[in-house]
Structures are given as C-alpha cells and as structure tokens.
Nanobody
C-alpha cells in the first residue's frame, strides 16, 4: 500500500491560486486511482477530484469544475491539485487518497479509498 503526504496548503486571498502536492511512497503508485477530498469545519468530507491510473481521465465535483485541475506524474510518484480562482468556501483541510484498482471507474465516494494522507489546510479569505 502507498503512503501519502500532502503539501502546498496555506492562506490566500479570494481569487488567488494554490497548488497542492501529494507525494506517494510504496509500491506501484501507477496502479492506484487517486483522489482529492476536503473537509471544512463541522461538515462531512467531500469529493473534490479524481484521476485515473494513467492520468488520462479525470472527474471533478461541480463546485470546483473549471477552477481546479488534478494531475499526476507517475515517474515522480506525485499527484497535484492546481486550484485557481479560490473562494472562501474552498476553505478546508484537503486530503489525498488512493485506491489500488484494476478498474477504470473514477470513484467519488471516500469509502472506496483505502489510503489517506494526513491533510493540508487551505484557508481562503475574502
């Protein structure tokens, strides 16, 4: 199983950008479906984006589509989340997640991911 470590969070103003990274260690990163989730205080963890094993397919939550871009570099065992035009409602702890799979399905349910990072805080002020 892969171990995951997020980085790149911080505090920004509305309209600014951040890029999150998720570094993976362990075997066969390229065999894992990867996803980003976030959790705001007092709210349930919610799906943000997912990317296929090859990086060729992506899926986004409606709330971030057109503003966020998920990508991965299998040679570097790293996944990214480029976040543009940030809004105060994007404030949350962001988690990366992995699921070893042979499927091409891009899951948006957090219960279907088996490995999680510790999270990185993103704060957007108005």
């Amino acid at each position: 199983q892969v171990q995951l470590v997020e980085s790149g969070g911080g505090s920004v103003q509305a309209g600014e950008s951040l890029r999150l990274s998720c570094a993976a260690s362990g075997p066969r990163f390229s065999s894992n479906l990867m996803g980003w989730f976030r959790q705001a205080p007092g709210k349930e963890r919610e799906f943000v984006a997912a990317i296929s094993r090859s990086g060729g397919d992506t899926k986004y939550a409606a709330s971030v589509k057109g503003r966020f871009t998920i990508s991965r570099d299998n040679a570097k065992n790293t996944m990214y989340l480029q976040m543009n035009s940030l809004k105060p409602e994007d404030t949350a702890v962001y988690y990366c997640a992995a699921r070893m799979t042979g499927s091409f399905t891009l899951y948006s349910s957090s219960t279907l991911y088996s490995n999680w990072g510790q999270g990185t805080q993103v704060t957007v002020s108005s």
